[in-house]
């Protein structure tokens, strides 16, 4: 396993910067905890899931798998949405 100073991930969350505070912070103002993302691989879950596209309707359950998996590997679950967002017209 690799040591948390190793993880690219620390590169965001773990210097004691203005650029890391900036990053611990917006997780903090979003809810999670220091213990949630401190030290862990972030992993990010891209999600084209959306209530327009029906042929996207599975990815929603999906992405909750995937989740949950990270989690219970030991590292922090970050799901998004691709941009440009889809707008309807």
């Given at each position: 396993?690799k040591?948390?100073?190793?993880?690219?991930?620390y590169?965001?969350?773990?210097?004691?910067?203005?650029r890391?505070?900036?990053?611990?912070?917006?997780?903090?103002?979003m809810g999670?905890r220091?213990?949630?993302?401190?030290?862990?691989?972030?992993?990010a879950?891209?999600n084209?899931w959306?209530?327009?596209n029906p042929?996207h309707?599975?990815?929603r359950?999906l992405?909750e798998?995937?989740?949950?998996?990270?989690w219970?590997a030991?590292?922090?679950?970050?799901r998004?949405r691709?941009?440009?967002?889809?707008?309807p017209t």
């Amino acid at each position: 396993m690799k040591k948390p100073e190793d993880l690219r991930s620390y590169r965001w969350f773990g210097p004691d910067t203005m650029r890391g505070f900036s990053h611990r912070s917006r997780m903090l103002q979003m809810g999670h905890r220091r213990e949630d993302f401190t030290g862990k691989p972030v992993i990010a879950i891209v999600n084209t899931w959306s209530e327009i596209n029906p042929c996207h309707a599975h990815l929603r359950e999906l992405a909750e798998a995937v989740k949950r998996g990270v989690w219970q590997a030991g590292g922090f679950p970050w799901r998004f949405r691709p941009s440009p967002s889809p707008r309807p017209t």
